[in-house]
């Protein structure tokens, strides 16, 4: 049974910084794409950030490229999201998600995606 639970949440003003943290329950960490997505009110879940299972390139979100993170450790079983400079329109509901994506393949869209967090609020005020 797969278990991903977000923390690191919370409200911060705009041009500040957040660190979100993912702890996986999954007994083969490394054999996942690890990716975090949001969702704004009103608005679809949208892909924020991957990194692959094989130590690949993390790949971004032009709206978040150069002011996130993505990060994993296999020690931990946990996967992270660095967020600076923060915006307004940051704010949204975070998930993380597990993907048990072919090496090579980069999931970004939220079908790709097998396992899902519950989610953590972060909001940015301007």
């Known amino acids: 049974q797969v278990q991903l639970v977000e923390s690191g949440g919370g409200l911060v003003q705009a041009g500040g910084s957040l660190s979100l943290s993912c702890a996986a329950s999954i007994r083969t960490f490394s054999s996942y794409a690890m990716g975090w997505f949001r969702q704004a009110p009103g608005k679809e879940r949208e892909f924020v950030a991957v990194i692959s299972w094989i130590g690949g390139s993390p790949f971004y979100a032009d709206s978040v490229k150069g002011r996130f993170t993505i990060s994993r450790s296999f020690v931990k079983n946990t996967l992270y999201l660095q967020m600076n400079s923060l915006k307004p329109e940051d704010t949204a509901v975070y998930y993380c998600?597990?993907?048990?994506?072919?090496?090579?393949?980069?999931?970004?869209?939220?079908?790709?995606?097998?396992?899902w967090g519950q989610g953590t609020q972060v909001t940015v005020s301007s």
């Open positions: 998600a597990a993907s048990v994506a072919n090496p090579g393949v980069v999931p970004t869209t939220s079908s790709e995606y097998n396992y």
